[in-house]
């Protein structure tokens, strides 16, 4: 590069920082609507006209936003219920009877038999329980009470039904099968 047109570059950087420097000594008018004054002040010191511009109000507005922006027409949206036509109400229907029939909760399991002296115990397991539990005569187990315990058996009765638990009852087949019962 030549000599000459590096002096002119400088030159030219010196000038844009030194103009850089006057206008940010100067504050800065952001102002959307420019009072009047200052408006006379960017023409020279002519005012524009002798009466200040008054800004608009708000309220001036309001139209303007209750409009849709980005509609074509820009015409307020307009929204057309058409009236629906009330049917006539039902007839009254009479009430339904449904009839709930009594589920008698299944007799536990029986899984063994205490027999010592006078006293009598029975282990029994209800659905839902993890542990089985030693219940006597007269205990209700699961809506069931112990009606009788004896050296093989145990007897349960509920609601006027009774149900006998065999502790070694034997299937069809000749094999033995634990904790069956059967009821009357």
């Keep these: 590069m030549n000599g000459k047109v590096l002096s002119v570059i400088a030159v030219a950087t010196v000038l844009v920082g030194l103009s850089n420097l006057w206008l940010s000594g100067r504050p800065w008018d952001l102002a959307p609507i420019a009072p009047a004054a200052k408006i006379g002040e960017r023409n020279g010191g002519r005012a524009a006209s ?16 209750d409009r849709p922006l980005f509609s074509p027409d820009r015409r307020r949206h307009t929204i057309e219920i058409e009236a629906q036509p009330v049917p006539a109400p039902l007839p009254p229907t009479p009430p339904t009877v449904v009839e709930i029939p009594v589920v008698t909760p299944p007799a536990p399991l029986l899984l063994g038999i205490s027999v010592t002296g006078q006293t009598a115990q029975a282990l029994l397991k209800v659905d839902g329980q993890d542990q089985p539990a030693w219940h006597r005569n007269g ?26 638990l065999l502790l070694y009852p034997s299937n069809d087949s000749g094999k033995l099968a634990g904790g069956s019962s059967a009821q009357d």
Excluded: C, M, Y
């Excluded at 009466?51 to 001036?60: F, K, L, M, Q, R």
């Excluded at 112990?146 to 009765?157: F, P, V």
């Design 139 to 164: 205990d209700t187990v699961a809506g069931w009470t112990i009606a009788e315990i004896g050296k093989d058996r145990a007897t349960l009765q509920q609601n006027g039904q009774t149900s006998h």
């Design 50 to 65: 002798d009466a200040t511009i008054p800004a608009p109000a708000t309220s001036d507005f309001a139209e303007t936003f």
